[in-house]
């Protein structure tokens, strides 16, 4: 009766361990893109108050939360000290270069710092914003120039997956006529303002002379979509555009 008592209790303790994670001493991170398992554990390790190597599954839960590219996480203690971290982290859609700094921009419009050894690739930069100072991280963005640079970014994804991964930088020029630059292609696009469905539609049609270099778009200086139902495709002059 008495081993059948302590068998109860230890029991009750090991559910009670693995409930809680007490001790956790080794972290398994999965799921992660922006930054490397080591620089996530590095973060984990040492962004409280004081650095710690010793968890149970609230404070490591808490101290992951805390990274500013995590949304979610599922955590979950397995045994011998350790604890399996799935990382959902937050959707960067573009770069804002802001007085020369840049940062990240979500989805959702916040703004993320850069860390440093952060990992990412093919992701357009968004420049020159209008009435856009003093950029704080982990802040929501709510400006009429972002929403523009969303829509071309959106009107671009839905129409060629392939152009928006060309896609270098949309240049919201302090509110003037958008200009986009993209990879492997010499030539800038002068956008304009409204009208982005239609635009993305006529760019669409001239994109494979773009990427081929044909005659007419490889002699040219830019490629003009403001004008309504007409592309111009033209030449720089040092008194201005010439069509």
């Known amino acids: 009766f008495g081993f059948l008592i302590i068998g ?6 090991f559910n009670t361990q693995k409930k809680t994670g007490g001790n956790i001493k080794v972290i398994e991170i999965t799921g992660n893109k922006l930054m490397s398992s080591k620089e996530y554990k590095k973060y984990i390790y040492n962004s409280g ?20 590219y995590v949304e979610n996480a599922e955590i979950e203690f397995v045994g011998n000290e350790t604890a399996q971290v799935n990382i959902k982290e937050k959707k960067i859609t573009a770069i804002l270069l802001s007085k020369g ?3 990240f921009v979500t989805d959702q419009f916040e703004v993320l710092p850069i ?8 992701i357009p930069i968004i420049s ?34 392939k152009m928006l991964l060309s896609l270098s930088e949309i240049n919201l020029r302090n509110g003037g ?49 403001r004008f309504a139902n007409e592309i111009y495709v033209g030449k720089l002059e040092k008194t201005g555009y010439k069509q």
């Open 115 to 122: 860390l440093s050894n952060s990992m990412f690739s093919s």
């Open 8 to 13: 109860i209790i230890l029991r009750i303790l």
């Open 177 to 225: 006529d958008i200009i986009l630059t993209f990879s492997g292609i010499k030539q800038p696009v002068i956008f304009g303002r409204g009208a982005t469905a239609r635009k993305i539609v006529y760019l669409e049609m001239l994109w494979p002379g773009l990427l081929k270099g044909e005659m007419l778009v490889n002699n040219s200086s830019y490629i003009d979509l």
């Open 128 to 161: 020159n914003p209008k009435n856009i100072n003093d950029i704080k991280p982990n802040t929501i963005i709510k400006s009429n120039e972002f929403s523009d640079a969303f829509r071309i970014m959106d009107a671009i994804r839905y129409t060629d997956r």
């Open 101 to 103: 700094e840049p940062f």
């Open 49 to 68: 108050t004081k650095p710690i190597r010793t968890f149970n599954l609230s404070i490591l839960k808490d101290r992951v939360l805390k990274h500013p």
